[in-house]
């Protein structure tokens, strides 16, 4: 009998929930960081986090695939860009950058992802000195600069690996702050939802339909 009432219960199916009771209001419950989620019942969202002196929003729509709830911005927004101005040769494998923050009032030098000349798929970190030098093991052939504060990767700038490279660009923030999800995923985790954010596990509680 207990065999047969365990089989029995194996092969009654877990049911995930359903689009229509994932809907509702939930907010932040994670240390340091602050914010919520509305899914709404005809498909949108509104989404809000603070963490530090970062501050982001997003607004669009939201499925349900069964395991996570995904979110897409609408519109998408346009995200910030880097200008190059000027590429002025350097020594051999040099590379150096200055930008111009102006519309932003930020002063850092951005880190970048680099590609070496002769591996042009793998992508290698590299950190800026105070005064914008970085210190590449071989000559790089592409840069992504990354927005401080946020993470977010530039588009590609291309490099001859030929000389080395002394870069002034120009920031353009566009709809910086303005999240673009695509198809962003927040696993559902009992009542709750989880997001990987920041090299952070974010947890959204429901509070309400």
Known sequence: MIVLAALVAL??????????KLAGFYQIRTMEVG?????RKDGRFRYALAYGALDEDAEGTWTFDGQSVLLTSVPMPKEPAFELVTDSPAAPCALSISVDWSEVDWATAPDVLATYDGAPKELHFLQAD??????????????????????????????????????????????L????FRGEPLKVDGSGLLMERYDREIRFVRVRP
């Open 35 to 39: 914010g919520g989620l509305e899914l």
């Open 130 to 175: 105070d005064d914008g030098t970085f210190h590449p093991e071989k000559c790089v052939t592409m840069i992504m600069p990354i927005v401080p504060m946020f993470d977010l990767p530039g588009e590609p700038l291309q490099l001859s690996p030929a000389t080395g490279h002394k870069l002034s660009l120009r920031f353009h923030p566009n709809d």
């Open 177 to 180: 702050g303005h999240v673009a």
């Open 11 to 20: 092969a009654v199916p877990v049911h995930a929930p359903s689009k229509a």
